[in-house]
């Protein structure tokens, strides 16, 4: 028999930072069946016995090799037939991006993608890195692997998903070769599934710069996402943003699958 399950993904922009505003609380009382985590900013040693050890979940960490840096975490109820760290290329690898777990009937990747605003450098990493990830993807759908993807993308896909496009379109985020991977995505069969059900919604937003009050005000962009293969799009039966909880500058995100 079928049952629905809830499965979120928050960059939490530093997991014992999160911790100290209440995160486990949180946690339990929302019990989501499967919590992806971004932006760790932790080795594994340095969290506490209460992140490590929540009732009734399992926890996973791939963090960076570079303290403080970047890293991506899974808490789960289900239990995960396998946990893979990354996609097999060493210069994405050694900075903690992805994490997947083996489930009956899916594979979830729970990923932390590039910032690209730091340098030209860092862009053509980013970009490297979404080509790299879609190919991998590709590859895994090859072996008839099904597929869903979270986590912070970092880049708004259309200008419906970011309150100031037209200020945007030169900065990294909004950029046309960045949307235009998006694009690729979509043409690829998977499904952005808060626009699956949330088709022309407005002021719907995931992140929120930490500078002049642009989340009270929500002047936001929406670059925390799900996307899941064309075969799996009829088992999504809703798509949300958390938008009210507060401990990081992004908000969570969800969907509710059925298994």
Not at 68 to 92: C, D, H, M, N, Q
Not at 130 to 140: G, I, M, P, Q, R
Not at 216 to 242: C, H, M, P, S, T
Request: hydrophobic share 40%; aromatic share 12%.
């Amino acid at each position: 028999m079928a049952k629905t399950i809830e499965i979120l993904s928050w960059n939490v922009n530093g997991l014992r930072a999160v911790e100290r505003k209440g995160f486990i609380k949180w946690l339990l009382k929302r019990n989501p069946d499967i919590l992806g985590i971004q932006e760790l900013k932790a080795q594994k040693d340095q969290l506490s016995v209460f992140l490590k050890q929540v009732d009734g979940y399992e926890a996973f960490f791939n963090p960076a090799q570079r303290p403080g840096y970047s890293g991506v975490a899974l808490y789960t109820r289900l239990k995960p037939k396998k946990i893979l760290e990354g996609i097999g290329i060493e210069r994405f690898d050694k900075e903690g991006r992805v994490i997947i777990a083996e489930f009956d009937g899916f594979d979830l990747y729970n990923v932390y993608f590039p910032n690209g605003k730091m340098s030209l450098e860092r862009l053509k990493f980013k970009m490297d890195f979404y080509d790299a990830f879609l190919k991998h993807v590709k590859s895994e759908q090859g072996k008839g692997k099904k597929v869903i993807f979270c986590g912070d993308v970092n880049t708004a896909h259309e200008e419906i998903d970011l309150a100031r496009p037209k200020a945007n379109e030169k900065i990294s985020g909004f950029l046309r070769e960045e949307r235009d991977w998006i694009d690729k995505v979509v043409k690829e069969g998977f499904v952005d599934t808060f626009r699956k059900f949330h088709p022309d919604k407005k002021d719907q937003y995931s992140w929120w710069s930490q500078r002049s009050g642009a989340r009270a005000r929500n002047v936001g962009w929406r670059i925390d996402y799900f996307f899941v293969e064309k075969a799996l799009e009829k088992r999504v039966k809703d798509a949300f943003i958390l938008q009210g909880v507060e401990g990081s500058d992004h908000a969570p995100v969800g969907i509710k699958l059925e298994v």
